[in-house]
Structure formats: C-alpha cells, structure tokens
C-alpha cells in the first residue's frame, strides 16, 4: 500500500513528507527529485524504479507523489491523490505551493488522519471538518461527548452525515452539469459527440432525511432495446457513496441520505442523441505561403430564449504567423502569438443566433517545408438551463420523521472546456 | 535573550529549544510548528527531543499531534529517550475522548523503536475490544504495524486470533480495516516465508465481507473486493453469487472501487457455468469502464492498460465503443499511445474506416513519437482486417505523399510488414517507396526498403542499380542494414544471376573482409559456400516461402494473462508484468528456479515455472521505461539486454563461444527437437527470457511458433529489427 507521501514544489524540494511504513526511507525523496522532477523526459504518471514505484500528479506546479513498495492498486493510489487535492481545495482554497506552505500543519494533520498505515481512511470531508479544524480543539469534558458523535460518524453507515442537522429552512438545490465532448472532422462529420454529466446536489435539510430521485432516465445497459418516449439513453451512471447500489442494480430507484452540504450525487455518460448547441463552420484557405484566410461562423443550436454565455473560439493559426487582422460583429478578437491561436471571446450569443469571425493570417517565409499540422479549433461555452443529452430531473423525494416541507431548486447548465474541438 | 552567545551553528535550534521551554502556550506551540517546518526541510532537529517531548502532555489536540509527529520522525534515533514518551501515550489510550485514544494507539504503532514496542502489547489488547468502532478500526490496523516490527509479539499476544473475530464485527469500517491488517500480515508473512495461511478466508467469513462491502467507505471496499478475489469458492453456485453481489459496485463514483469489483469478477467468472450469467456480466462491465475514460488522466492511463488487459482475454465487451478510444489533441502522449493500442484492438470491418481517418489525423500531429505509432497502427490495421488492408495501403501513400521526413520513414516501415502479410499484392506501390530512397536516413527504414527490393528483385527493373547504392555504402551502414543488403543482393543473384554476379560476388569480398560484425561476416559465409556448393540448396534457403505474419491478439504469455487478470487495477496489470519483476522481496533467484524445475507433472508448476523464467529474464531490468515498448533510447533495462544481444560479439557468446558459424548452428540445430516447445524448458531461461522481450517490444515481429526445421535459416531474412541480431537467435530455437 501507499508508503509514503510527498509533496514537492517545481524545483523539486519537498513541502509535505509523511512516511507511513518502514519499508521505505526518507532519502527516497530526492530519488523522485532527481528521477522525475530534473527529469524532462518522463512520459508516465507512475515510475518505478527497482522495486519502488512512485505515482505522481501534477497541479499549479507542485507534485504530490504517493510511493509504493508493493503491487498496489493504482487506480486506487491516483483516486487518493486527487482526493486529497479535493480536500485541501475545500480547506484552504487554491492548491499551490504558498497555500501548502501556509498550511502544512494542518496537512499533517489531514494526512495523518485519512492515511493510516498505507491505507485510506476516512476521506469524507464533511466529516473531516468537524474534526480537524484550522482552530484548536480542547480535549475537554465537553469536547469528550462531541468526539463520540464524530467517530461515531466517522465510522457509521453515513459516516458522510452528522445525525444532528438541523436548519431553520429545509432546502435542497440540484445542478445538473454536462459537459459536452465533441471531435468533429474537417469534413463537418461528428466523429464523437458525448456528455459527461455531473449531478451536484447542495442538500441543506434536517435530520436524517431519506432522498428518492428520479430522472427521464432509461438506463441501458442492453443497447439493444431503444425506446420511443423522450426518456434519455444514459449508458453508464456512478453514484456518490451514500447511493444505496444494490438498490440500484436491482430496482433501478436512486435512494440516498445525503451528505450535508455540497457534494456529487452521480456521474453519468450519454452517447446518444446528443444536442450539440453550437456549430461552429470554419472555412481556412492558404492562400499561397504568405497568408492564410479564416472564416469561422458559429451558429447557436437552441431555444432563443437561452443564450450561450463565456464562449472561447480559440482558432489555430500556423506556427510562422506574424499577425493576424481580424473582424468580428460581436465580442474581441486577439492574436496570440505565444500560444499561435486567435482567440476570440464572445461574452454572450443568443440562441438561434450566428455570428462570423474573418481573418487574414499573414505568414513570414520560411525555410521549414513541414505542412501546418492544422490543430482543432477549440470552444468553451456555458449555456444555461439546457441539457445536450435532454436529461430532466424528474423528482427529488425528501422523507424525514420530522415530517418537514423542504423547497427543492433544480438548474441547469451544459458547458465545455477543452473538450469541444471542430477540425478544419 | 542570551541566543547571541550560542555558536551561530546552532543558532536556531538554541533558539527554538528556549521557547519550547517558554512560559507562555503560544509560545510554545509555535516553536513546535517551526520544529515541524525544519523537520520537512530535513534540518536536523533531534536534538531537541526532550524540549519537544516536555510539551506531549497538552489538552490541545493540535498541539498533540504536533508532537506526535516529530516523535514518530526521531524515536528511531532517540530510542532512550522515546521511553519518557510511554507513559504519556499509555495514558492516553485510557483517555476518555475516543479520538485520543485512537491517536495515541495509531501513533505508537508507528514509533519505530524497540522499548516502545513492549509497552504497545496491553494497551493495544484492550483497544481492540474498545466500544469505541473509531478506536477499534484503528487497533485493528496497528496489529500489522506490530507485525511488521515483531511478529513474535503478535502471535504471543494472540491478536490474530482477535482480529479473526473482528471480521465480525457489526461496524463495516472495522470489518474493512481487519480484512486489510489481515492481508497485510498474510502478505509479511508469505514474504518472509511462511507457508501458513494467516488470512484464511472461510464461507462464514465470505458472507460477513459481502455484507460489510454495501455498507462501508470507498477505501474500505478496495480492501474488503481484494479479500474477495483471493477467496476460492466451494461450488459454482458460491462463484455466481459473489458475482451478483459484487456487480453493483461497477455502479461506483471511486474508479479504485470499480476496478477492483473488475478483477473480482474475472476471477470468479471463471467458475460461473451459466452462459447466460456470464453475458450478463460481461454486458455490464462495458460501460463502467468505458466511464472511466472520463477520469484525470492518470487514472485513465491505469484503466487504458487494464482495458487492454481485458481485450486480450475478451475481445468483445467494448466491440461498439471505438470511438470513446479517439484521442483527443489535448490528452496526454501516454494516454494517446494507449488509446491507439485499443483502438487496433477494436478495429473490425464495420468501423475501420473511421478508424483509418482518425489514424490520417493523427499522423499530421506534432508529435513525432506520436506520429510514428499513429502509422504503425495503420500498418497493423491493415495486418489485422484483410479486407480493408487496400484502403490502408491507400493512406500510407497519401502519407508518404507528405514527404515529412519521419513520416515517410515510418509507412515505409510499416509497408514492409505489409508485403509480407499480403505477397504480391501492392507491387505497383513499390515505384512510390523507390523513388523515397534518397529520404530515408534510419536504420530500420533503410532496411526495410532493401528488403522490399530484395523480394521484389525480379519485378523492379532496376534493382541492381537501387541496391548498387547501399553496397557502396556498405561499410557505413550500421548493421542491420548491412544484413538486409547482403540478403538482398543474394535474393537479387539467385533471381537475376546473370545481371547482379559482379554485385554479389564484390559485397560477399566486402562483408567478408572488410565488415567488423562477426553476425555480419557469418551471415557471408554461409551465403558464399551455400552459392558456391549448392546454387539450389541456396534457392531453398534464401527464397523460402516465409511463414505468414499476424497481429498477436495478445502481448502477454496465456498463463501470464490469466494471473494479470486477477491482479486488475494493481501495477502488475498495468506493467503487463507479473508482480515479481518490479517488487523486491518476489524476487526469484536462480536457485528458485532450478528448485522448482522438479515436478513438470503439475499443470500449475509449469506455468508458475515460465512466469519465471519471463522473471528471470527481467530480472536486471530496472523499469524507468516500463511504458515504452521500444526502448532504444535507454540503455538500461531491457534495452540493456537488447544492446548486449545486439552486439555481435554478446550474440555469439549467448549462442555458444565457437568461433564456427557452422558449429554454432548445428548444436543449436540439435537442441532444436528438445526445446522447439513454446513454454521455454529452465535451463533456457536467459534465451526464453529474451524471447518474452523482444516479442513484446516488437508487435509486428514473426508470429511467435518458429520453425522446427533445419530450414530456419529463412528466418533471418524476415524484416530487420533493430533487434535482428536477437531475432535470429530466436528464430534459431
């Protein structure tokens, strides 16, 4: 199991170290600075190295790196690292070397608590928090009775949910996040269109409150049988541990009690029927050496009475650009020659609406003959209570003793970043 | 402050011992959080253990772990001092406050002094039988930190027997901690080698981890679907039911979780006689891991390598999903050589030709490594499907259309595979390659156009005047090139006698006398006095009809597949290397071997007996490169082994030190009969190893059954490998 834990910053010096077992050394630290950190060429998240394996991720400079002497389970190891950068995100913010810096007594203490042994613990961090606090606990007679409840909590059935919430309004708010995965080929074919969508639940309510949730959903796992009705095609859904599974599996109902606060509820895929909700049409000539046109419409796919906001066109341009003269009807056009793209930023484009950026890219001559290599253009966009994969939420079920009303909120939101790339 | 009399060495940690020692809490506490600080940054701060252990007795939690901390960093060093520590911690496993109880039992365990270790035993007894479920969870895994340190104490205190109970407890967290310190004590003790069963896994025991796993933490999950993969069912019956029950966990957010529910599946599978119930599972393994995809990177890279697993042993759980696998521009450059690895695997009729555009748009990427698997995927679509191997024939040329340097190198490369899969058929591309001749400038590039020429002899009118060019040159060419050429040259003779005798008769006089590679001298003998003694028998040899080439639907041994399949998710399976090779205490010596090569009766001895011999192969391997099959840039690991065998003088010693070629052959030729098996007999293992290497670094290499004839010789005219000179050996086995 994981042996020890390390953060380094850029230059390699360690921030954070906890070794956990005694098979391994601390000199083994600057192994990993002078294997991987001073190392360009390492092309893997995991080097082993004789028989010590190191399993690093990279974030805002900084590497945390979880060692290994033995056959671990990797998906495992990566799943822990990115949950402890998820819990020290909800503490103190920003990951980066200050805030580690700032804060490593209380990592220490953070990983003293969700590592025992080489073996992850409690990692709820609802839970977490009642706990270990940037503030000191007193181990006083009082602070006796409110530790039984956390540990109690901590090692329960719901360790994710303290027993005495109380709120004064009960309310729940659902946001249903998809993120839309789209590669369409120069010839304007959707090679791969799919949403991966998240379901976040703030669940503000008292007691121990027994959720039933329910969506258009028709989850296939035979793709055989389609259906007719405007039930969604969902090809595979993960949930949040306090989803009963079994239940799941068996009566296909998703029952849960919810942690409280903000966490994700599940995580789904849906392939098919996929709305895309914006088209982009780029029309790219070279036109001799010295140039090359660009003329990139966007059409917005949806209702009018939506409308897409933040959208990022980020449009490649050859390596060899000087400048490029650009006229847009909306928004901001700007060459950037670091980066060798245009970037055109669109604060907001109604739907049913189309916009047309032209350029003319103009080249300096060079003695490289290696053709443009022509990357993807590139969108990120928000569009607000629309979903791509036509997911609804149908109804959120809360059952408590206290018999309470709670007021339930749903919003919607289909985004892409990064992963929206159109081909020309 | 008298700290300016103090010698500026020690300036800071005089400083800090005084404000431990200060009257005021803050103060105090903050010189314990700069200790900690200096600690991290490896200043040397022992000296000020009694100062920092004066401040261990605190109500302040924080403060206590602080403390804790630093004494877990020195009382290793500091044994003496470690045990004015006890009492403190001892106290507090009575504390009332369940937290401390548990801090102070975790800690403890992790102090790595023997004085301490003694005074651990009682109070971890009453820990364990805590009511406390926080503190008994963490009892529960201070019994393997125990261990670890002295196995004796924990037997002799009877905490296995307890932990044995505790499998039944009604928390699922101290159920899922117990199952993991009885694993890690069952796995210690294998290691040290025990042949005791410490974690034996009954029925009972069986229905207790199914009910635990609903109910307890992501984590604890991972542990307890481990347990379960080591559990060896009783009845069919018994391996679908766990099945049933551990399905639903594909459904789970942690891709740990998913995974492991994965292997435990493989295994029991096994046994699951209903075709229908392994459909069924089969059909809802798909889209789980099809959702892993949507992960960091990282852990999409680990799900890749397991996904490939997966398709060697069942190529049909994601038949439909091949687009899922289409790289996008942003991944990263492992997870791309990864996707394209499973998308040949996927490829079939039905959606190569989107394969075939996604392939073209790859090759016009950036990256030139990259680039070049991208082509060697088209090369190994077109192996694969016969019926779509024209279309890609097609994109190669538009490929080498580009005239890209590196791009045109790489589809010659491919081409040649090509022409040995499908003989005779894409003759009229061959002008195209041809007139790319003055371009290539890499070994293997090179070597590959030569041997197309070489096959082709009779059909290119100019062949003696495209391979006068590389006899020219003959000295200056590295090895593998001079070996293709002469081949070549001798193909071109016994095909075109009368136009090529001067040619052939001047690169036998320059391979003979003026090559420094013994391969490459040899390789002219026997091609002079077969000519010379036997212009038929050469015939035979040199134009022999070649054993057809396919795509090897799997990269590992069987028996290794199958016990990758049930490590899924560990690194094992994402090395596609069994555990030995990268963990120390596995190792296996040569004397484990010849130990075991007793009992061949043994269906189960034999295939534990060729992992090891793949061990043994690997054994000096150190896997920096694990993930890059071809491995020429580093010269350790098994591209050291590769270097070695590559070097002539290294092949010959392998292959016998006689300095006859002849001799060499013919006592290799008489081992033939013995050893022609696949499964390498142990006193090859060096040999078998090698075999295990240079077939996975090479996919497109000669299918694996090699010719049991004297005939063999053909196999060194096969496409030069950078590897050729170990390829041959091979061939000669």
């Given at each position: 199991m994981i042996s020890a834990f390390f953060i380094f910053n850029q230059k390699g010096e360690v921030l954070i170290s906890r070794l956990y077992r005694t098979d391994l050394k601390r000199s083994i630290a600057d192994v990993f600075r002078i294997q991987v950190v001073s190392n360009s060429d390492v092309r893997s998240p995991i080097v082993t190295l004789g028989s010590t394996s190191f399993f690093h991720v990279r974030l805002n400079n900084l590497y945390i790196v979880a060692v290994t002497k033995c056959n671990a389970n990797a998906a495992l190891v990566f799943e822990y690292c990115y949950r402890f950068i998820s819990i020290a995100k909800s503490y103190f913010g920003k990951v980066d070397e200050e805030a580690v810096k700032n804060n490593f007594v209380l990592i220490y203490e953070l990983i003293d608590e969700i590592i025992d042994f080489g073996y992850p613990q409690n990692s709820e961090i609802d839970t977490l928090k009642t706990y270990i606090t940037t503030e000191s606990i007193m181990s006083t007679a009082a602070a006796v009775e409110e530790s039984s409840k956390i540990t109690t909590q901590a090692t329960g059935a719901t360790s994710w949910r303290r027993a005495d919430v109380k709120y004064k309004k009960n309310e729940a708010f659902v946001d249903v996040v998809e993120t839309v995965n789209l590669s369409m080929s120069a010839k304007g074919t959707v090679l791969r269109a799919d949403v991966d969508g998240h379901i976040l639940m703030r669940a503000y309510l008292s007691g121990t409150p027994e959720c039933k949730f329910g969506l258009n959903d028709k989850l296939v796992i035979d793709k055989s049988e389609h259906g007719t009705s405007d039930a969604v095609e969902l090809d595979d859904c993960r949930f949040h541990q306090c989803v009963r599974l079994d239940e799941f599996d068996s009566t296909r109902t998703i029952s849960f009690i919810p942690p409280d606060g903000e966490f994700e509820l599940m995580k789904y895929r849906s392939t098919s029927n996929v709305k895309l909700p914006l088209r982009v049409i780029p029309t790219v000539n070279e036109i001799g050496t010295s140039q090359v046109s660009f003329v990139v419409t966007v059409k917005t796919n949806f209702n009018n009475k939506l409308s897409a906001t933040n959208v990022v066109l980020r449009i490649p341009t050859p390596l060899n650009t000087t400048d490029v003269d650009c006229k847009v009807p909306s928004g901001k056009a700007k060459y950037v020659p670091a980066e060798n793209v245009v970037v055109w930023k669109i604060p907001r484009i109604q739907g049913g609406a189309e916009v047309t950026f032209s350029g003319l890219a103009q080249l300096t001559s060079t003695t490289n003959r290696q053709v443009w290599a022509r990357p993807p253009i590139d969108v990120d966009f928000q569009v607000l209570m629309f979903t791509a994969s036509g997911l609804i939420v149908r109804f959120l079920k809360v059952f408590e003793k206290g018999n309470y009303n709670s007021i339930k909120w749903v919003r919607y939101l289909t985004k892409a970043s990064g992963s929206y790339q159109i081909r020309f | 402050m008298a700290s300016f009399r103090a010698p500026p060495r020690k300036g800071e940690n005089f400083e800090l011992a005084a404000d431990l020692n200060s009257e005021y809490k803050d103060k105090r506490k903050d010189a314990i959080k700069r200790v900690i600080a200096n600690m991290t940054v490896q200043k040397d701060v022992s000296g000020l253990f009694p100062d920092v252990l004066k401040n261990m007795q605190t109500d302040d939690l924080e403060q206590k772990k602080l403390v804790y901390l630093y004494l877990m960093n020195y009382a290793k060093t500091q044994p003496e001092l470690v045990i004015l520590a006890v009492n403190t911690f001892v106290k507090d496993t009575d504390d009332p406050n369940p937290l401390v109880r548990a801090l102070a039992i975790r800690t403890m365990g992790c102090l790595r002094a023997e004085k301490i270790i003694d005074y651990l035993c009682d109070p971890l007894q009453k820990c364990l039988r805590d009511e406390n479920p926080y503190v008994r969870k963490t009892a529960a895994l201070c019994v393997a930190k125990l261990y670890d340190l002295k196995p004796e104490l924990v037997i002799e205190n009877g905490f296995l027997e307890t932990l044995r109970e505790m499998i039944a407890d009604s928390n699922p967290m101290v159920v899922a901690n117990t199952v993991a310190a009885l694993t890690d004590i069952h796995n210690c003790a294998v290691a040290a080698g025990s042949n005791e069963d410490i974690f034996v896994i009954t029925s009972h025991v069986l229905s207790k981890l199914l009910i635990a796993l609903n109910e307890c933490s992501e984590w604890g999950r991972v542990a307890i679907l481990s347990a379960l993969a080591r559990y060896e069912t009783e009845s069919d019956q018994e391996s679908e039911h766990i099945c049933e029950r551990v399905v639903p966990q594909f459904q789970h957010a942690n891709a740990g979780v998913v995974l492991a529910a994965v292997k435990v599946i493989m295994i029991h599978m096994r046994n699951v006689q209903s075709e229908n119930l392994t459909k069924q599972l089969v059909r809802k393994m798909a889209p789980p891991l099809v959702t892993l995809l949507s992960n960091p990177p990282e852990v999409q890279w680990v799900a890749l390598r397991n996904i490939n697993l997966l398709l060697q042993k069942r190529s049909d759980i994601l038949s439909n999903e091949m687009r899922v696998f289409f790289c996008k521009y942003n991944d990263p450059l492992y997870v791309k050589v990864?996707?394209?690895?499973?998308?040949?695997?996927?490829?079939?009729?039905?959606?190569?030709?989107?394969?075939?555009?996604?392939?073209?748009?790859?090759?016009?990427?950036?990256?030139?490594?990259?680039?070049?698997?991208?082509?060697?995927?088209?090369?190994?679509?077109?192996?694969?499907?016969?019926?779509?191997?024209?279309?890609?024939?097609?994109?190669?040329?538009?490929?080498?259309?580009?005239?890209?340097?590196?791009?045109?190198?790489?589809?010659?490369?491919?081409?040649?595979?090509?022409?040995?899969?499908?003989?005779?058929?894409?003759?009229?591309?061959?002008?195209?390659?041809?007139?790319?001749?003055?371009?290539?400038?890499?070994?293997?590039?090179?070597?590959?156009?030569?041997?197309?020429?070489?096959?082709?002899?009779?059909?290119?009118?100019?062949?003696?005047?495209?391979?006068?060019?590389?006899?020219?040159?003959?000295?200056?060419?590295?090895?593998?090139?001079?070996?293709?050429?002469?081949?070549?040259?001798?193909?071109?003779?016994?095909?075109?006698?009368?136009?090529?005798?001067?040619?052939?008769?001047?690169?036998?006089?320059?391979?003979?006398?003026?090559?420094?590679?013994?391969?490459?001298?040899?390789?002219?003998?026997?091609?002079?006095?077969?000519?010379?003694?036997?212009?038929?028998?050469?015939?035979?040899?040199?134009?022999?009809?070649?054993?057809?080439?396919?795509?090897?639907?799997?990269?590992?041994?069987?028996?290794?597949?199958?016990?990758?399949?049930?490590?899924?998710?560990?690194?094992?399976?994402?090395?596609?290397?069994?555990?030995?090779?990268?963990?120390?205490?596995?190792?296996?010596?040569?004397?484990?071997?010849?130990?075991?090569?007793?009992?061949?009766?043994?269906?189960?001895?034999?295939?534990?007996?060729?992992?090891?011999?793949?061990?043994?192969?690997?054994?000096?391997?150190?896997?920096?490169?694990?993930?890059?099959?071809?491995?020429?840039?580093?010269?350790?690991?098994?591209?050291?082994?590769?270097?070695?065998?590559?070097?002539?003088?290294?092949?010959?010693?392998?292959?016998?030190?006689?300095?006859?070629?002849?001799?060499?052959?013919?006592?290799?030729?008489?081992?033939?009969?013995?050893?022609?098996?696949?499964?390498?007999?142990?006193?090859?293992?060096?040999?078998?190893?090698?075999?295990?290497?240079?077939?996975?670094?090479?996919?497109?290499?000669?299918?694996?059954?090699?010719?049991?004839?004297?005939?063999?010789?053909?196999?060194?005219?096969?496409?030069?490998?950078?590897?050729?000179?170990?390829?041959?050996?091979?061939?000669?086995?």
């Amino acid at each position: 199991m994981i042996s020890a834990f390390f953060i380094f910053n850029q230059k390699g010096e360690v921030l954070i170290s906890r070794l956990y077992r005694t098979d391994l050394k601390r000199s083994i630290a600057d192994v990993f600075r002078i294997q991987v950190v001073s190392n360009s060429d390492v092309r893997s998240p995991i080097v082993t190295l004789g028989s010590t394996s190191f399993f690093h991720v990279r974030l805002n400079n900084l590497y945390i790196v979880a060692v290994t002497k033995c056959n671990a389970n990797a998906a495992l190891v990566f799943e822990y690292c990115y949950r402890f950068i998820s819990i020290a995100k909800s503490y103190f913010g920003k990951v980066d070397e200050e805030a580690v810096k700032n804060n490593f007594v209380l990592i220490y203490e953070l990983i003293d608590e969700i590592i025992d042994f080489g073996y992850p613990q409690n990692s709820e961090i609802d839970t977490l928090k009642t706990y270990i606090t940037t503030e000191s606990i007193m181990s006083t007679a009082a602070a006796v009775e409110e530790s039984s409840k956390i540990t109690t909590q901590a090692t329960g059935a719901t360790s994710w949910r303290r027993a005495d919430v109380k709120y004064k309004k009960n309310e729940a708010f659902v946001d249903v996040v998809e993120t839309v995965n789209l590669s369409m080929s120069a010839k304007g074919t959707v090679l791969r269109a799919d949403v991966d969508g998240h379901i976040l639940m703030r669940a503000y309510l008292s007691g121990t409150p027994e959720c039933k949730f329910g969506l258009n959903d028709k989850l296939v796992i035979d793709k055989s049988e389609h259906g007719t009705s405007d039930a969604v095609e969902l090809d595979d859904c993960r949930f949040h541990q306090c989803v009963r599974l079994d239940e799941f599996d068996s009566t296909r109902t998703i029952s849960f009690i919810p942690p409280d606060g903000e966490f994700e509820l599940m995580k789904y895929r849906s392939t098919s029927n996929v709305k895309l909700p914006l088209r982009v049409i780029p029309t790219v000539n070279e036109i001799g050496t010295s140039q090359v046109s660009f003329v990139v419409t966007v059409k917005t796919n949806f209702n009018n009475k939506l409308s897409a906001t933040n959208v990022v066109l980020r449009i490649p341009t050859p390596l060899n650009t000087t400048d490029v003269d650009c006229k847009v009807p909306s928004g901001k056009a700007k060459y950037v020659p670091a980066e060798n793209v245009v970037v055109w930023k669109i604060p907001r484009i109604q739907g049913g609406a189309e916009v047309t950026f032209s350029g003319l890219a103009q080249l300096t001559s060079t003695t490289n003959r290696q053709v443009w290599a022509r990357p993807p253009i590139d969108v990120d966009f928000q569009v607000l209570m629309f979903t791509a994969s036509g997911l609804i939420v149908r109804f959120l079920k809360v059952f408590e003793k206290g018999n309470y009303n709670s007021i339930k909120w749903v919003r919607y939101l289909t985004k892409a970043s990064g992963s929206y790339q159109i081909r020309f | 402050m008298a700290s300016f009399r103090a010698p500026p060495r020690k300036g800071e940690n005089f400083e800090l011992a005084a404000d431990l020692n200060s009257e005021y809490k803050d103060k105090r506490k903050d010189a314990i959080k700069r200790v900690i600080a200096n600690m991290t940054v490896q200043k040397d701060v022992s000296g000020l253990f009694p100062d920092v252990l004066k401040n261990m007795q605190t109500d302040d939690l924080e403060q206590k772990k602080l403390v804790y901390l630093y004494l877990m960093n020195y009382a290793k060093t500091q044994p003496e001092l470690v045990i004015l520590a006890v009492n403190t911690f001892v106290k507090d496993t009575d504390d009332p406050n369940p937290l401390v109880r548990a801090l102070a039992i975790r800690t403890m365990g992790c102090l790595r002094a023997e004085k301490i270790i003694d005074y651990l035993c009682d109070p971890l007894q009453k820990c364990l039988r805590d009511e406390n479920p926080y503190v008994r969870k963490t009892a529960a895994l201070c019994v393997a930190k125990l261990y670890d340190l002295k196995p004796e104490l924990v037997i002799e205190n009877g905490f296995l027997e307890t932990l044995r109970e505790m499998i039944a407890d009604s928390n699922p967290m101290v159920v899922a901690n117990t199952v993991a310190a009885l694993t890690d004590i069952h796995n210690c003790a294998v290691a040290a080698g025990s042949n005791e069963d410490i974690f034996v896994i009954t029925s009972h025991v069986l229905s207790k981890l199914l009910i635990a796993l609903n109910e307890c933490s992501e984590w604890g999950r991972v542990a307890i679907l481990s347990a379960l993969a080591r559990y060896e069912t009783e009845s069919d019956q018994e391996s679908e039911h766990i099945c049933e029950r551990v399905v639903p966990q594909f459904q789970h957010a942690n891709a740990g979780v998913v995974l492991a529910a994965v292997k435990v599946i493989m295994i029991h599978m096994r046994n699951v006689q209903s075709e229908n119930l392994t459909k069924q599972l089969v059909r809802k393994m798909a889209p789980p891991l099809v959702t892993l995809l949507s992960n960091p990177p990282e852990v999409q890279w680990v799900a890749l390598r397991n996904i490939n697993l997966l398709l060697q042993k069942r190529s049909d759980i994601l038949s439909n999903e091949m687009r899922v696998f289409f790289c996008k521009y942003n991944d990263p450059l492992y997870v791309k050589v990864e996707k394209l690895d499973i998308m040949v695997r996927l490829a079939g009729e039905s959606n190569v030709d989107a394969l075939l555009s996604e392939l073209k748009e790859y090759a016009s990427e950036v990256d030139v490594d990259f680039v070049r698997r991208s082509i060697k995927a088209i090369g190994q679509t077109a192996i694969k499907i016969d019926e779509a191997a024209e279309r890609c024939v097609n994109v190669l040329l538009e490929l080498i259309g580009t005239r890209v340097s590196y791009v045109v190198q790489e589809a010659v490369v491919v081409m040649k595979d090509i022409f040995r899969k499908y003989p005779s058929t894409y003759e009229g591309v061959i002008p195209t390659l041809c007139a790319n001749l003055d371009e290539l400038d890499e070994p293997e590039a090179k070597a590959s156009l030569i041997w197309i020429i070489g096959e082709y002899a009779n059909k290119i009118d100019n062949a003696d005047e495209l391979l006068g060019i590389f006899v020219e040159s003959f000295t200056e060419e590295s090895y593998p090139v001079q070996l293709q050429t002469l081949t070549a040259v001798v193909k071109l003779f016994l095909r075109k006698p009368d136009t090529s005798q001067g040619l052939v008769q001047r690169i036998l006089n320059t391979a003979t006398k003026d090559c420094d590679s013994p391969d490459v001298r040899d390789r002219a003998y026997i091609y002079w006095r077969l000519l010379s003694t036997d212009p038929g028998a050469a015939k035979n040899v040199v134009l022999a009809h070649r054993p057809p080439i396919s795509l090897p639907r799997m990269t590992v041994s069987p028996a290794l597949l199958e016990e990758l399949l049930g490590e899924i998710s560990s690194l094992a399976s994402v090395y596609h290397k069994p555990e030995e090779t990268f963990v120390g205490r596995g190792r296996i010596g040569a004397d484990a071997i010849s130990k075991g090569a007793g009992d061949l009766n043994d269906e189960k001895q034999v295939t534990q007996k060729a992992l090891q011999t793949v061990v043994a192969g690997q054994q000096s391997e150190n896997l920096l490169n694990f993930d890059d099959p071809t491995t020429e840039e580093q010269p350790s690991g098994i591209a050291a082994t590769a270097a070695l065998a590559a070097t002539p003088a290294a092949a010959n010693l392998l292959a016998g030190t006689s300095s006859n070629p002849l001799d060499d052959l013919v006592s290799i030729f008489g081992n033939v009969s013995l050893t022609s098996a696949t499964a390498p007999a142990p006193q090859q293992n060096v040999m078998g190893g090698m075999g295990g290497l240079s077939f996975g670094a090479t996919p497109l290499a000669p299918s694996p059954a090699p010719p049991q004839t004297p005939s063999v010789l053909q196999s060194t005219s096969p496409p030069a490998q950078p590897q050729q000179a170990q390829d041959d050996l091979l061939g000669l086995f």
